[in-house]
Protein backbone atom coordinates (compact mmCIF):
# COMPACT_ATOMS: atom_id res chain seq x y z
CA UNK A 1 0.00 0.00 0.00
CA UNK A 2 1.51 3.71 -0.97
CA UNK A 3 -0.49 5.99 1.37
CA UNK A 4 0.71 9.49 2.22
CA UNK A 5 -0.30 11.71 5.38
CA UNK A 6 1.21 14.73 5.64
CA UNK A 7 0.62 17.89 8.15
CA UNK A 8 2.26 21.04 6.97
CA UNK A 9 2.63 24.50 5.99
CA UNK A 10 3.41 25.85 2.22
CA UNK A 11 6.84 27.32 1.99
CA UNK A 12 5.05 29.37 -1.28
CA UNK A 13 2.19 30.03 -3.63
CA UNK A 14 1.86 27.38 -5.45
CA UNK A 15 3.07 26.97 -9.20
CA UNK A 16 0.17 26.10 -11.52
CA UNK A 17 0.30 25.21 -15.28
CA UNK A 18 -1.75 23.62 -17.86
CA UNK A 19 -1.17 21.23 -20.06
CA UNK A 20 -1.90 21.98 -23.91
CA UNK A 21 -4.24 19.92 -25.82
CA UNK A 22 -7.77 19.69 -26.64
CA UNK A 23 -8.76 19.57 -22.79
CA UNK A 24 -6.44 21.88 -20.75
CA UNK A 25 -5.47 20.21 -17.06
CA UNK A 26 -4.01 22.01 -14.62
CA UNK A 27 -1.01 20.99 -12.69
CA UNK A 28 -0.45 22.74 -9.70
CA UNK A 29 3.03 21.86 -7.76
CA UNK A 30 4.05 23.46 -3.80
CA UNK A 31 6.06 22.21 -1.08
CA UNK A 32 5.06 21.47 2.57
CA UNK A 33 7.04 22.14 5.06
CA UNK A 34 6.60 19.43 7.78
CA UNK A 35 7.74 19.39 11.41
CA UNK A 36 10.17 16.00 12.50
CA UNK A 37 8.75 14.20 15.35
CA UNK A 38 11.56 13.97 18.30
CA UNK A 39 12.29 15.98 21.53
CA UNK A 40 14.47 18.75 21.06
CA UNK A 41 17.20 20.10 23.59
CA UNK A 42 17.79 23.20 24.36
CA UNK A 43 18.93 25.72 21.81
CA UNK A 44 18.02 23.06 19.14
CA UNK A 45 15.85 24.58 16.48
CA UNK A 46 12.90 22.71 14.83
CA UNK A 47 13.71 20.31 12.31
CA UNK A 48 11.48 20.07 8.99
CA UNK A 49 11.51 18.02 5.55
CA UNK A 50 10.27 20.13 2.79
CA UNK A 51 8.44 17.79 0.65
CA UNK A 52 7.42 18.54 -2.81
CA UNK A 53 3.67 17.95 -3.47
CA UNK A 54 1.81 17.61 -6.99
CA UNK A 55 -1.59 17.81 -7.42
CA UNK A 56 -4.38 17.10 -10.81
CA UNK A 57 -7.05 18.94 -12.52
CA UNK A 58 -9.38 19.70 -9.58
CA UNK A 59 -7.31 20.12 -6.99
CA UNK A 60 -4.67 22.09 -8.74
CA UNK A 61 -7.19 24.71 -9.50
CA UNK A 62 -8.78 24.49 -6.16
CA UNK A 63 -4.83 24.77 -4.91
CA UNK A 64 -4.71 28.04 -7.14
CA UNK A 65 -7.50 29.73 -6.19
CA UNK A 66 -7.09 29.02 -2.25
CA UNK A 67 -3.77 28.13 -1.58
CA UNK A 68 -1.19 30.39 -0.33
CA UNK A 69 2.37 30.68 1.11
CA UNK A 70 2.33 29.90 5.00
CA UNK A 71 -1.49 28.11 4.80
CA UNK A 72 -1.29 25.21 7.51
CA UNK A 73 -2.76 22.06 4.92
CA UNK A 74 -3.56 18.27 5.39
CA UNK A 75 -2.50 16.49 2.22
CA UNK A 76 -3.32 13.02 1.65
CA UNK A 77 -1.64 11.39 -1.54
CA UNK A 78 0.54 8.45 -2.69
CA UNK A 79 4.82 8.60 -3.20
CA UNK A 80 5.74 8.77 -6.56
CA UNK A 81 9.25 8.74 -7.59
CA UNK A 82 11.26 9.40 -11.29
CA UNK A 83 14.16 10.23 -12.70
CA UNK A 84 15.13 12.80 -15.83
CA UNK A 85 18.36 13.68 -17.17
CA UNK A 86 19.47 17.76 -16.77
CA UNK A 87 21.20 19.41 -19.44
CA UNK A 88 24.04 18.93 -17.68
CA UNK A 89 23.32 15.18 -18.45
CA UNK A 90 23.32 14.46 -15.05
CA UNK A 91 20.59 11.80 -13.99
CA UNK A 92 18.31 13.55 -11.63
CA UNK A 93 16.38 11.39 -9.00
CA UNK A 94 12.72 12.98 -8.23
CA UNK A 95 10.82 12.32 -5.32
CA UNK A 96 7.04 13.92 -4.96
CA UNK A 97 4.07 12.96 -2.95
CA UNK A 98 0.84 13.18 -5.89
CA UNK A 99 -1.92 14.63 -3.87
CA UNK A 100 -5.42 12.72 -3.82
CA UNK A 101 -6.78 14.86 -0.92
CA UNK A 102 -6.16 18.52 0.56
CA UNK A 103 -8.09 19.95 3.35
CA UNK A 104 -7.26 23.22 5.52
CA UNK A 105 -5.70 22.45 9.05
CA UNK A 106 -6.62 25.63 10.60
CA UNK A 107 -9.39 28.52 10.30
CA UNK A 108 -8.75 31.99 8.29
CA UNK A 109 -8.75 33.67 11.24
CA UNK A 110 -5.84 31.07 13.01
CA UNK A 111 -3.58 30.99 9.20
CA UNK A 112 -4.13 35.27 9.58
CA UNK A 113 -2.82 35.13 12.98
CA UNK A 114 -5.61 36.09 14.65
CA UNK A 115 -6.63 33.47 17.04
CA UNK A 116 -9.26 35.25 18.70
CA UNK A 117 -12.41 33.40 17.24
CA UNK A 118 -11.32 30.50 19.08
CA UNK A 119 -9.56 27.18 17.60
CA UNK A 120 -11.08 25.42 14.73
CA UNK A 121 -12.62 22.00 15.53
CA UNK A 122 -12.66 20.58 12.08
CA UNK A 123 -11.63 21.23 8.63
CA UNK A 124 -12.59 22.85 6.18
CA UNK A 125 -13.33 20.23 2.89
CA UNK A 126 -12.23 21.76 -0.82
CA UNK A 127 -16.26 22.45 -1.35
CA UNK A 128 -16.16 24.13 1.23
CA UNK A 129 -13.72 26.32 0.79
CA UNK A 130 -15.28 27.72 -2.03
CA UNK A 131 -17.97 29.17 0.25
CA UNK A 132 -15.27 30.43 2.35
CA UNK A 133 -14.53 33.04 -0.37
CA UNK A 134 -18.24 34.41 0.31
CA UNK A 135 -18.61 37.78 1.84
CA UNK A 136 -17.67 38.32 5.77
CA UNK A 137 -21.30 38.27 6.50
CA UNK A 138 -21.51 35.02 5.82
CA UNK A 139 -18.92 34.15 8.63
CA UNK A 140 -20.94 32.75 11.62
CA UNK A 141 -17.70 34.44 13.91
CA UNK A 142 -17.07 30.94 15.48
CA UNK A 143 -14.65 29.81 12.98
CA UNK A 144 -17.02 28.43 11.31
CA UNK A 145 -18.79 29.32 7.66
CA UNK A 146 -22.42 29.16 6.37
CA UNK A 147 -22.37 27.51 3.10
CA UNK A 148 -24.37 30.08 1.30
CA UNK A 149 -27.28 29.47 -1.30
CA UNK A 150 -26.15 28.38 -4.27
CA UNK A 151 -23.63 25.84 -3.73
CA UNK A 152 -23.83 23.20 -6.14
CA UNK A 153 -24.70 20.11 -3.86
CA UNK A 154 -22.77 17.45 -6.10
CA UNK A 155 -19.29 19.14 -4.28
CA UNK A 156 -19.99 19.04 -0.78
CA UNK A 157 -18.94 16.07 0.95
CA UNK A 158 -22.42 14.68 2.07
CA UNK A 159 -25.86 14.03 0.70
Do not use: H, W
Not at 5 to 27: H, M, N, W
Not at 40 to 55: M, W
Not at 58 to 87: D, P
Amino acid sequence: MNKVFLCGRLTKDPVVSYTQGERQLAIARYTLAVDRRGRRSEGQEQTADFIQCVAFDRAAEFAEKYLKQGTKMIVTGRIQTGSYTNKEGQRVYTTDVIVEDQEFAESKNASAGNTTAGTFAGNFKESEAAASKQSPANDAGDGFMNIPDGVEDDGLPFN
